[in-house]
């Protein structure tokens, strides 16, 4: 079974373009979650989709924002990006909001540098 | 909002020795689940608690799930130098007035290993 595949491995903008960051949830999960972390930090979290809504949103601002697709893939799109914004992007996903017992799949993340 | 303590921040341990780690709250969680991230990779689902007094078992880990609810712990028995990574603790919280249901992670715990 494939897991939680994030696309692409590595992103490299400058301040104040836009990026876009990919994932494809595990077959038969309907939740995708993002996570961001920062070097050497902990997860914080950013959205939470499930079955193609935004069921939950994280402490960040409006320039981060995302989507998901009748196939539940998701996309995260940031912003007029900023130095700050250099970071993991972990993707993960889980049964849905019916499924309370469904723990969390991780990707392997989207490291974005922003330069 | 709800947070997560998470002991201690690092360690640094012989080949051999058993690991404790732990992860406390202020507020009730419904599922305690540990994870290991291991550089440039996303985070590994290690162990899933989902009843308060559960004590489950992977391996050479051991962890449970508190009687209050409020806090977990990791036990890793005869580490070896695999072990070596990030240990995160993550809760679910008791769902808002939406009935939605967020993961909170835990700041994690360095350990290595030496041999």
């Known amino acids: 079974e494939a897991g939680v595949t994030q696309s692409p491995t590595h992103l490299i903008k400058t301040r104040g373009q836009q990026a876009t960051l990919r994932c494809s949830p595990i077959s038969g999960h309907t939740s995708v979650y993002w996570y961001q972390q920062a070097l050497g930090l902990g997860l914080q979290f950013l959205l939470w989709y499930d079955e193609g809504e935004e069921r939950n949103r994280g402490n960040f601002p409006p320039r981060f924002s995302g989507r998901q697709f009748p196939n539940y893939s998701s996309e995260l799109n940031v912003n007029a990006l900023e130095l700050e914004d250099s970071a993991l992007y972990l993707c993960?996903?889980?049964f849905g909001w019916g499924s309370p017992n469904s723990p969390l799949h991780f990707g392997n993340g989207t490291r974005l540098t922003v330069t | 909002g709800q947070q997560l303590n998470q002991s201690p921040q690092s360690m640094f341990i012989q080949e051999g020795e058993d690991v404790s780690m732990n992860c406390t709250s202020s507020s009730i969680f419904n599922t305690w689940l540990w994870y290991k991230q291991d550089p440039g990779e996303g985070p590994v689902l290690l162990i899933a608690?989902?009843?308060?007094?559960e004590l489950t078992s992977n391996g050479r880990l051991t962890a449970q799930f508190g009687i209050t609810r409020k806090d977990s712990f990791l036990n890793i028995s005869a580490s070896i130098p695999s072990d070596v990574g990030i240990y995160f603790c993550a809760g679910q919280g008791v769902p808002s007035t939406s009935g939605t249901y967020k993961y909170i992670f835990g700041t994690g715990t360095r350990l290595k290993v030496l041999a």
């Open positions: 608690l989902y009843k308060a007094g």
């Open positions: 993960a996903s889980s």
